[in-house]
Structures are given as structure tokens and as C-alpha cells.
């Protein structure tokens, strides 16, 4: 591949030029002419190689998709994500990333959901994409603008052989608003490599000043655009969102980070940052005016096209695409790209964060190929193997998680393939109950949204196509006052349909209504590849409860409690959330009864539901347990167990339960202990529960006689009353051996009513991410499993290079009163993101220990610089006013802090002074410091002066009969100060006299 690249003789006059001003370092390259063919594949390897061999450039692969550590992002979604804590000077001194100068690599991306998101228009044009590959190259604090410019002109149009005429270039025009200058030295570096001037374009914010996201590492940039056509000048179309003329190369100069507080802070050291899409070089380069038409496309519409039976792809968009067949085309393709690589990444479609956006992507792409091309069943699963046989030698994740991959989408998309089945029957005939409307009813479309996961976007869609309107803003309030659902607490559900009172229950037992049975709650197994399985539930409805009544039937609209003969819901109880989920009533397979509260009341099982159709007593349904939540719920109750044994084994057979609460996002578990755990305690258990974990070891339930059970060596019970026969829950070993033998087993023995795993392997991971303690002697630990434990641990880790780095530049000395404030702010803003942030608990009080020193160090440098500078400001004031008895003036200050040390030390070194200080900000507002003798309180109150002269400025202080400060505002200090002098002479003047 080095043979490849040639040079012209005026580019090597060039770049002999800059390397003398600059010291570039450059490695001999040959020529081989009539190069013209570039695959996808040609186009990756020629960018890194070209970085690699001719500049001394480390090819460092591309990171996952999922950020590590970074909250801000869902996805990775430009090649510097990486390379963050190098930007922001936080990398780890020790590690390897700390020694990069020279970088390049080809980034996968992804832009779907937070600010960059690309997701709605992929399909609709031909050339967005939710996932990419982001071609860059980066200098840390090596080679700049020059440079880096001249690297990438000389890629295009020297190795590339891109026409120099088609190219244009943009460059930051600057902003008044936030003082930023136009980028002059980009431009002139631009002229001067013999482009011509009407090529080199300014523009403003929006286009050529690029950021990462709302906060974070950002700068000037110049772009490189290329013209389609060419004969032409094209610059009026550039950053025109025209198809003809599109950017290919951002090279950003990053000299910035964007605060939470949207001000700039210059970055450490000044950095390059470059990114060209690799779709938009290959299509250029092949020749091509559509991405899709590239061989980073075609194999895959072929692909479509042969597994579909559909027509051949066109390339069609807007009206000219009868039927949406092209769209759907390339939502097929770019979407089977990003599920493939996200899958990969160890992102899989879920409820929250990036795993969300990846179930709407996979579901958009099921919605398309079914209804639109008629695809089979899995059909996008059919053709992850393309996807791994284009990208696999870039990233070969792909070819070993080719299988794994398609597990994941075929599970996806049959579950959805019923929910998009069951959702078009419930639009149907929801649209032929509608009669002339042209609004389809929000409590059906939100009914779809929450029960089935509909995404609401597809339903638009759907509703679109036939001419029916969504409403949006009745949505946006169901959806808003489900939040405010969620965010009760228990005893906001008491006046719920679901509390039975006794004359209920003593009329139920009268009619003879059997107790539910419940048992089907616990009917699942490990299928193949380790998946659960939950037996089918059908069901009798037996009662009807609504508006405190027991009724025969309940009409369409209303809420009530359904009991049914059994039931597979886990109703709350135990300290375990209750299930969710749906039934639907045999016959009628498109109408959904959505379960949304299960509880229990003298043996009845209650299912609390808003009908969607009247509903009558002696209705035979079918259950559907929300599986996603009931297994968090399983994950989180047997790892509650586990804990509970590994808190006895690390703090002593003395601790006992107090009280625990299993949800399928979090545990929460109270325990009797005195004190707060040290971090080697909370380091202690974690490990115990991780070895627990890892030995994957069976949990083995049995109903025994519950005087048995009391027997069992090692039992943890609680002061609570038990049913016989009871339940008895144990890790690692059958429950039938604990109750033959007498010996004490050192494992996790409990008796539970829960649902729970049946090998602890599937917890996967463990982290306490709270302690503390309720009351004395009480204490409650908060911990998380599985995915949301690893992200505790990445931002952990994250949060710890931050205070690495911040502690090293406080140590390296700080020379100034406003540096050390903005160091003090600093370390004031990383306690406040380790106190919020999840991380595990032993890290949180290690980073909170080294924080509290931190500001300790910068509180004591701010008071004693404070002082130096107070101290400067006195000598000018008794210079200037000698003896005087009454002293009212303006000193410069930035702080009331300032000014109020500047009042007492005045006050020392002039006893029995009347001393006010007006200092005028840069805001407006006016700081007051104020200081009287202490022999003439009863002549003039500090306070009374202060509160007199702010309240003047329309302000307010407070303090005492000596000192006081205030603030106010005034455009008038002159008159201010004439006005505070007159005050404190009316009521001192005989002592002034």
C-alpha cells in the first residue's frame, strides 16, 4: 500500500516548505501511476497508511460504540470520543494513551438519539446514516493548523487525485457574541497553498465551530467540501444542504471545552481533530452520487432484494418512490449496519439510554421490511453475515459475533413481529370505530405505546399513510402523568381500586370465590442457550371490583381490579415489585388489557386495568408477563440474597435484615449494623458476591413444612409470619440435602415467596453505589447488577482520572487569586458529580476523602491570596485618606470576600473609623462592605448603614452592629456614595465633630 501514494513537484516543494517551518516529520512514499480503482476497503486502508508510514502517525483502533464512562453520550458519535480524557488532560499518567503525539484510525459511529441524531432521516435521502465510520487523524499537542491542512489537501488531490476545482474550502468566520475572532490564520494557510480565493469560504457558528455535545472539547474548524458536477463555481451551494455539493473533511483545532455552564475554558494544549465520513470518500471516489450505490452498500441491497423477492433497488426518493420500496431499501441497509455493530459493542435493544434507540432501530426496520417489502421472519437477521463480510476485516468483532448477533435480532424481531401484528389489529378497527374523525383516539395509541412498546414515531407513521392525524399533545400528557405515576411512593396508591376493605373480602368468601391460585408465577425454565422460558397462562375471570363495588361488569374506559382463578403476576410482596404486562380475552386477540398494578388481599390476587373493551365476569384471557422487567426483578431478588449472606460473612452473624425492596432497576436492602461500612468493607462484599457469581451456582427453591424449614442450619428469617408450608430459597446447594443434614452450610439460605433466578450467573455483575445510615444503627445499601454495574464502575473510573488530574495541577502550585477560584469551583463541581453520580460506593468515599483535601488546599490559598491583595488595597486607602473619621469609597474587588477584608483590615490599622466600601462589577451590581467602632454601637449600627445604603441601590444586607455587608445595583455610584456619607454624618455628627 505505500507504493501508492504519489506526489507532484510542486506538492513536494510544499511540503519540504512547511516541514522547515514546522519540523513535520515525513517518510519516502513512491508513485504508482494509474491508480483509478478504489473499494471501500482500498479507500480505509489508504487514509490510516498514508498517516501511518508517511507521518509518523499510531494506527489505534476504534473504541465500541458505547462510550466508556461518558453520560453525556449515547453512542460514540465522532472519532474523538476516545480520546476525550487527552483533550481534557484527565488520562491517566500510567497509561499507554498519555504517549500519543500522532493518531489516525477509522472510528465507528453512531448518530441516532441526543443531539446528533440522524435517525428520522435516514431512508427518506441518500446519503444519512445512524451508523458510520468517521476516517481522522489527531495531533496532541504536536503539528497544528498548518499541518494538518497540508496533510489532508495532499491526501485528497495528490493520493486520492480528487480535482483540486471541485474542491472548496470553509473556514470560522467568528462571533461577537462570544468575542471569538474569524479563523484568519486557516484561511491565509489555504491561499497559500495556491487555492483560489473564491474557493475559500467563512461561515459562523452553526457550520464551521464544532462541538461534541453540549459539553465537552470543541473548536474552530475548516471544512473541505467537494462539487458533484464540476465545470462550475459551486461556492453558493456549499453548507446548502445540497445533494450536488457535499462536505467530505472537518478539521477541527481544538483549542476549547464547553462548561456545563456554556462558557469556553482553553483546553490544556492546542489538538487536531479530523473526520471524513468514509461513505461520502467512497462515493466521491467511485464515483458514485449516492452513498447506497457504493460497495459499502450494494452487497446488502442485493441481499435485500434476494431474500425479499422485491423489486430491484433504484435509488428513488420522495414522490418518484411509489410505495416507500427504495426507503425501505435503505432503512434496511443502514439499520442491519448499526444493529450489527452496536450487538457487537455489547449494546442490545432495550427500555433506557442507547439500548432504547437501538430497539426503535431495530423496530423501524422490522415495520419496513414486513410491511413494506413483505419480508419473511427472519428475514434482517439473514443478513448480518453481509454486514460482517464488508466491515470484518475493519472491525473483526463482527466475524466473531456473527451468531450471537443474529440471536439477538431474530429474538427482537419476533417478539415485535407479534406486537406490530397485534398493533395493526387494534388500528384497524380502531379506525373503523372512528367513523368521520380524522384524530386516532390517544388512549388507544398510548395504550399500544406502553403495553406493546409501539414506537410512537412508527404509529405516526402508520397513521400517516392513512391520512389520520396522532395527538401529540394528549400524548405528551398521558406521558407526562405516567412520570408523575411512577414517581409516587406506595402510599399514593392506597385510595387505588386494588385495596379490598374486609366487607369486600367477607362478601367474595360468601359467594364461594376460590383464592387465586398463584403458582404459575414460578412456571419457567432455562431453554436452550440459557434463556428463560415462561409457560402460557390462561385464566377465568372470577371478579370484578370497581368504585368500591363488586360488579358483574365493568364498561370500556374504566379502571378496576380483576380477580382471576390463577394467575402468573407476581403481585408486590416480599419486598419485590409487582409484574407488569397485559391479557387479552380468548376470541379477541387485538384487544389488550393492560395490567398495570398487582396486588394482594386475603389470598386474592388483584390485577389492576384500565379496560380497553367492557370486560364481564366469567371472561376466559390469556396472560402476558412483562418478561424484560420480570427478569430484572428475578436478577435483583437473588442478588438481594446473595448480598444478605455476604454482608454476615464480612461483617459478623450479628447483622440482620431490616427491611429490603427489589425493582427491576435497582436493590435496596436495610440491614442492622453500627456505624458506616469502611471502603475494605464495601470492597469486601462486592468480591463475595462477584465469586458468587462467577461460580454460576444453581438456586434451588422447595416448598418444605415450615417447622422443617425452622430447622435448617443456617436459616436467615425475619420477624415476620411465615406460611406452612414456606418456601425456602438456596444458592449452591438442593433444599432437600439443607433439611437431612444438621450441619451449618456457608451459603445463601432464605425463606422467599420471590421469583428468582435459577443460576446466579445471569447477575452477571454487582455494585453497591449507596451507604448510608437511616438511623443509628440502621443502615441501607443501594446496588445495581449487570449492565448499569459495569457503567457505574466506567464512571467510576472516569470520575477518578478527573481528580487525578485535578489534584496534580493544584499540587503544581497556583500562583493567582483567580485561579485558585476557578480551581475551588472546580473541585466544588467534581464533588458534587461524585456525590450524583452512580459509581461504587468504596470509590465514592475514597474520591470524597481526596476532594475534601483538594478544597481544603484551595479555600486555604484563596483566603491567604485574599489577604495579599485585601492588604494592597488598604495601604492605597490610608494613603489616601489619612486620618480621617468617616471613610466612604470604591475599591476594585471581585468578591464581597475581597472587599469585607479589605473593610477589616482598614478598621485594624485605623481604630475607630466609620468605614464603608461600594465595589462595582462588571454585571452591574455593587458589593457593600461596611465596619464601625465597636464604641459606637449605639451611634450607628453597621448593620442599619449597610441595610440603608442597599436598600437605596434597591438591594438588601445584613450583619451585625459592627460588620455588615450587602449588594445592590446603581448607575449612579457617585451619587451612592455621596448618599452613604450623608446618612452616617446625620446620625454621627456630634461624634464626627
Known amino acids: 500500500m505505500a507504493a501508492f501514494f504519489g506526489l507532484s513537484k510542486s506538492s513536494n516543494v510544499l511540503l519540504n516548505n512547511v516541514s522547515a517551518l514546522?519540523?513535520?516529520?515525513?517518510?519516502?512514499?513512491?508513485?504508482?501511476?494509474?491508480?483509478?480503482?478504489?473499494?471501500?476497503?482500498?479507500?480505509?486502508?489508504?487514509?490510516?497508511?498514508?498517516?501511518?508510514?508517511?507521518?509518523?502517525?499510531?494506527?489505534?483502533?476504534?473504541?465500541?460504540?458505547?462510550?466508556?464512562?461518558?453520560?453525556?453520550?449515547?453512542?460514540?458519535?465522532?472519532?474523538?470520543?476516545?480520546?476525550?480524557?487527552?483533550?481534557?488532560?484527565?488520562?491517566?499518567?500510567?497509561?499507554?494513551?498519555?504517549?500519543?503525539?500522532?493518531?489516525?484510525?477509522?472510528?465507528?459511529?453512531?448518530?441516532?438519539?441526543?443531539?446528533?441524531?440522524?435517525?428520522?432521516?435516514?431512508?427518506?435521502?441518500?446519503?444519512?446514516?445512524?451508523?458510520?465510520?468517521?476516517?481522522?487523524?489527531?495531533?496532541?499537542?504536536?503539528?497544528?493548523?498548518?499541518?494538518?491542512?497540508?496533510?489532508?489537501?495532499?491526501?485528497?488531490?495528490?493520493?486520492?487525485?480528487?480535482?483540486?476545482?471541485?474542491?472548496?474550502?470553509?473556514?470560522?468566520?467568528?462571533?461577537?457574541?462570544?468575542?471569538?475572532?474569524?479563523?484568519?490564520?486557516?484561511?491565509?494557510?489555504?491561499?497559500?497553498?495556491?487555492?483560489?480565493?473564491?474557493?475559500?469560504?467563512?461561515?459562523?457558528?452553526?457550520?464551521?465551530?464544532?462541538?461534541?455535545?453540549?459539553?465537552?472539547?470543541?473548536?474552530?474548524?475548516?471544512?473541505?467540501?467537494?462539487?458533484?458536477?464540476?465545470?462550475?463555481?459551486?461556492?453558493?451551494?456549499?453548507?446548502?444542504?445540497?445533494?450536488?455539493?457535499?462536505?467530505?473533511?472537518?478539521?477541527?483545532?481544538?483549542?476549547?471545552?464547553?462548561?456545563?455552564?456554556?462558557?469556553?475554558?482553553?483546553?490544556?494544549?492546542?489538538?487536531?481533530?479530523?473526520?471524513?465520513?468514509?461513505?461520502?470518500?467512497?462515493?466521491?471516489?467511485?464515483?458514485?452520487?449516492?452513498?447506497?450505490?457504493?460497495?459499502?452498500?450494494?452487497?446488502?441491497?442485493?441481499?435485500?432484494?434476494?431474500?425479499?423477492?422485491?423489486?430491484?433497488?433504484?435509488?428513488?426518493?420522495?414522490?418518484?418512490?411509489?410505495?416507500?420500496?427504495?426507503?425501505?431499501?435503505?432503512?434496511?441497509?443502514?439499520?442491519?449496519?448499526?444493529?450489527?455493530?452496536?450487538?457487537?459493542?455489547?449494546?442490545?435493544?432495550?427500555?433506557?439510554?442507547?439500548?432504547?434507540?437501538l430497539r426503535?432501530?431495530?423496530?423501524?426496520?422490522?415495520?419496513?421490511?414486513?410491511?413494506?417489502?413483505?419480508?419473511?421472519?427472519?428475514?434482517?437477521?439473514?443478513?448480518?453475515?453481509?454486514?460482517?463480510?464488508?466491515?470484518?476485516?475493519?472491525?473483526?468483532?463482527?466475524?466473531?459475533?456473527?451468531?450471537?448477533?443474529?440471536?439477538?435480532?431474530?429474538?427482537?424481531?419476533?417478539?415485535?413481529?407479534?406486537?406490530?401484528?397485534?398493533?395493526?389489529?387494534?388500528?384497524?378497527?380502531?379506525?373503523?370505530?372512528?367513523?368521520?374523525?380524522?384524530?386516532?383516539?390517544?388512549?388507544?395509541?398510548?395504550?399500544?405505546?406502553?403495553?406493546?412498546?409501539?414506537?410512537?414515531?412508527?404509529?405516526?407513521?402508520?397513521?400517516?399513510?392513512?391520512?389520520?392525524?396522532?395527538?401529540?399533545?394528549?400524548?405528551?400528557?398521558l406521558a407526562m402523568e405516567n412520570a408523575r405515576h411512577k414517581a409516587q411512593t406506595q402510599q399514593s396508591e392506597l385510595g387505588s381500586c386494588v385495596e379490598l376493605d374486609v366487607h369486600t373480602l367477607a362478601e367474595l368468601q360468601r359467594r364461594g370465590v376460590p383464592t387465586t391460585q398463584d403458582s404459575p408465577k414460578y412456571a419457567y425454565r432455562l431453554g436452550e442457550g440459557g434463556k428463560y422460558v415462561f409457560s402460557p397462562c390462561q385464566s377465568t375471570v372470577l371478579a370484578l371490583y370497581c368504585d368500591r363495588s363488586l360488579v358483574t361488569e365493568v364498561e370500556e374506559g374504566r379502571r378496576c381490579a380483576v380477580i382471576l382463578n390463577q394467575t402468573c403476576f407476581y403481585a408486590e410482596q416480599g419486598g419485590q415489585a409487582h409484574d407488569q404486562g397485559y391479557f387479552i380475552r380468548e376470541g379477541q386477540q387485538d384487544v389488550l388489557f393492560p395490567v398495570e398494578n398487582v396486588q394482594t388481599a386475603g389470598g386474592y390476587v388483584l390485577h389492576e386495568v384500565t379496560l380497553a373493551e367492557t370486560l364481564r365476569l366469567g371472561d376466559q384471557v390469556q396472560l402476558f408477563v412483562d418478561v424484560p422487567q420480570r427478569l430484572a426483578c428475578m436478577v435483583k431478588h437473588t442478588a438481594t440474597h446473595i448480598l444478605n449472606f455476604a454482608l454476615r460473612q464480612v461483617l459478623g452473624d450479628g447483622v440482620e435484615q431490616r427491611g429490603s425492596h427489589v425493582a427491576a432497576d435497582r436493590l435496596r436492602f436495610d440491614f442492622s449494623f453500627q456505624g458506616t461500612l469502611i471502603i475494605k468493607q464495601l470492597q469486601d462484599i462486592e468480591q463475595t458476591i462477584k465469586d458468587i457469581i462467577q461460580r454460576n451456582e444453581n438456586v434451588y427453591t422447595e416448598e418444605v413444612p415450615l417447622k422443617l424449614a425452622k430447622k435448617i442450619q443456617g436459616l436467615r428469617v425475619m420477624d415476620e409470619v411465615y406460611p406452612d408450608p414456606v418456601r425456602v430459597v438456596c444458592v449452591g446447594v438442593p433444599v432437600d440435602c439443607l433439611v437431612k443434614s444438621q450441619t451449618d452450610q456457608q451459603t445463601?439460605?432464605?425463606?422467599?415467596?420471590?421469583?428468582?433466578?435459577?443460576?446466579?450467573?445471569?447477575?452477571?455483575?454487582?455494585?453497591?453505589?449507596?451507604?448510608?445510615?437511616?438511623?443509628?444503627?440502621?443502615?441501607?445499601?443501594?446496588?445495581?447488577?449487570?449492565?448499569?454495574?459495569?457503567?457505574?464502575?466506567?464512571?467510576?473510573?472516569?470520575?477518578?482520572?478527573?481528580?487525578?488530574?485535578?489534584?496534580?495541577?493544584?499540587?503544581?502550585?497556583?500562583?493567582?487569586?483567580?485561579?485558585?477560584?476557578?480551581l475551588s469551583k472546580e473541585v466544588g463541581q467534581l464533588i458534587d458529580a461524585v456525590e450524583s453520580t452512580a459509581v461504587p460506593q468504596w470509590q465514592r468515599r475514597e474520591l470524597q476523602t481526596t476532594l475534601k483535601a483538594l478544597q481544603r488546599t484551595a479555600n486555604t490559598t484563596i483566603r491567604k491570596q485574599e489577604a495579599k491583595e485585601a492588604a494592597k488595597k488598604v495601604q492605597t486607602l490610608l494613603t489616601k485618606h489619612g486620618d480621617k473619621a468617616l471613610v466612604v469609597d470604591t475599591v476594585d474587588a471581585d468578591s464581597i470576600s475581597v472587599l469585607m477584608k479589605v473593610a477589616n483590615q482598614f478598621c485594624d490599622k485605623s481604630p475607630g473609623v466609620f468605614t464603608m466600601l461600594l465595589s462595582q462589577q462588571h454585571s452591574g451590581k455593587v458589593l457593600c462592605a461596611c465596619q464601625v467602632p465597636k464604641s459606637s454601637v449605639g451611634v450607628l449600627s453597621a448593620v442599619d448603614w449597610a441595610v440603608a445604603v442597599c436598600t437605596h441601590m434597591n438591594g438588601n444586607a445584613g450583619g451585625s452592629v459592627i460588620a455588615a455587608k450587602g449588594t445592590g445595583s446603581t448607575s449612579d455610584l457617585e451619587g451612592v456614595l455621596k448618599w452613604a456619607q450623608e446618612f452616617a454624618k446625620s446620625r454621627t455628627q456630634k461624634r464626627l465633630n
Not at 325 to 349: K, N, Q
Not at 387 to 394: N, Y
Not at 458 to 467: A, D, P, Q
Open 748 to 822: 445463601s439460605i432464605e425463606l422467599c415467596c420471590g421469583t428468582h433466578l435459577l443460576r446466579t450467573g445471569e447477575i452477571k455483575d454487582f455494585v453497591i453505589v449507596s451507604e448510608r445510615q437511616l438511623v443509628k444503627g440502621i443502615s441501607r445499601i443501594i446496588a445495581v447488577t449487570g449492565e448499569q454495574a459495569k457503567e457505574a464502575r466506567e464512571a467510576g473510573h472516569t470520575l477518578a482520572q478527573e481528580v487525578d488530574s485535578l489534584s496534580m495541577r493544584l499540587e503544581s502550585g497556583i500562583p493567582t487569586l483567580s485561579e485558585a477560584q476557578r
Open 360 to 477: 426503535r432501530i431495530l423496530r423501524r426496520a422490522v415495520r419496513f421490511s414486513t410491511e413494506v417489502l413483505q419480508a419473511p421472519p427472519g428475514f434482517l437477521a439473514g443478513l448480518v453475515p453481509t454486514v460482517a463480510h464488508i466491515l470484518g476485516d475493519a472491525y473483526p468483532e463482527l466475524n466473531r459475533e456473527t451468531n450471537r448477533i443474529m440471536d439477538i435480532i431474530t429474538d427482537n424481531e419476533v417478539a415485535f413481529l407479534s406486537s406490530l401484528k397485534q398493533g395493526r389489529r387494534v388500528i384497524d378497527r380502531t379506525l373503523q370505530k372512528m367513523e368521520d374523525s380524522r384524530v386516532f383516539p390517544v388512549g388507544v395509541a398510548w395504550s399500544l405505546h406502553r403495553n406493546l412498546g409501539f414506537p410512537l414515531d412508527l404509529l405516526g407513521l402508520m397513521l400517516e399513510e392513512k391520512g389520520v392525524a396522532m395527538d401529540t399533545e394528549g400524548l405528551d400528557k
Open 22 to 357: 514546522r519540523g513535520i516529520r515525513t517518510c519516502a512514499f513512491q508513485t504508482v501511476p494509474g491508480y483509478t480503482e478504489f473499494s471501500s476497503k482500498k479507500v480505509r486502508n489508504v487514509f490510516t497508511d498514508f498517516f501511518k508510514e508517511k507521518y509518523g502517525h499510531r494506527l489505534v483502533p476504534s473504541s465500541p460504540v458505547k462510550p466508556r464512562g461518558d453520560p453525556s453520550l449515547l453512542f460514540v458519535n465522532a472519532g474523538m470520543n476516545q480520546f476525550k480524557p487527552i483533550f481534557l488532560g484527565t488520562a491517566d499518567p500510567r497509561s499507554e494513551m498519555t504517549q500519543y503525539r500522532r493518531v489516525v484510525n477509522s472510528q465507528k459511529c453512531v448518530r441516532a438519539g441526543g443531539k446528533h441524531n440522524d435517525l428520522e432521516d435516514v431512508g427518506r435521502d441518500v446519503y444519512h446514516h445512524t451508523f458510520f465510520e468517521m476516517l481522522g487523524n489527531w495531533s496532541f499537542g504536536d503539528y497544528f493548523k498548518e499541518e494538518a491542512c497540508l496533510m489532508a489537501w495532499e491526501l485528497l488531490t495528490q493520493v486520492y487525485r480528487i480535482p483540486q476545482d471541485r474542491l472548496y474550502v470553509t473556514y470560522f468566520g467568528g462571533d461577537s457574541a462570544l468575542g471569538l475572532k474569524s479563523d484568519e490564520e486557516s484561511r491565509e494557510i489555504w491561499l497559500s497553498m495556491g487555492i483560489e480565493s473564491d474557493h475559500v469560504l467563512p461561515f459562523g457558528l452553526k457550520d464551521n465551530f464544532w462541538e461534541m455535545g453540549e459539553t465537552g472539547p470543541c473548536g474552530p474548524c475548516t471544512e473541505i467540501h467537494y462539487d458533484h458536477v464540476g465545470g462550475r463555481n459551486a461556492a453558493a451551494l456549499v453548507n446548502r444542504d445540497s445533494p450536488e455539493v457535499v462536505e467530505i473533511w472537518n478539521l477541527v483545532f481544538m483549542q476549547y471545552n464547553r462548561e456545563a455552564d456554556g462558557r469556553l475554558r482553553t483546553l490544556p494544549q492546542h489538538n487536531v481533530d479530523t473526520g471524513m465520513g468514509l461513505e461520502r470518500l467512497v462515493t466521491i471516489l467511485q464515483g458514485k452520487r449516492s452513498n447506497y450505490d457504493t460497495d459499502l452498500f450494494t452487497p446488502i441491497l442485493r441481499a435485500i432484494q434476494e431474500s425479499s423477492k422485491g423489486p430491484v433497488y433504484r435509488g428513488l426518493v420522495g414522490e418518484a418512490d411509489v410505495g416507500n420500496v427504495d426507503m425501505a431499501y435503505r432503512v434496511l441497509a443502514d439499520h442491519i449496519r448499526t444493529l450489527s455493530v452496536c450487538i457487537a459493542d455489547g449494546v442490545y435493544p432495550g427500555m433506557s439510554g442507547a439500548e432504547l434507540v
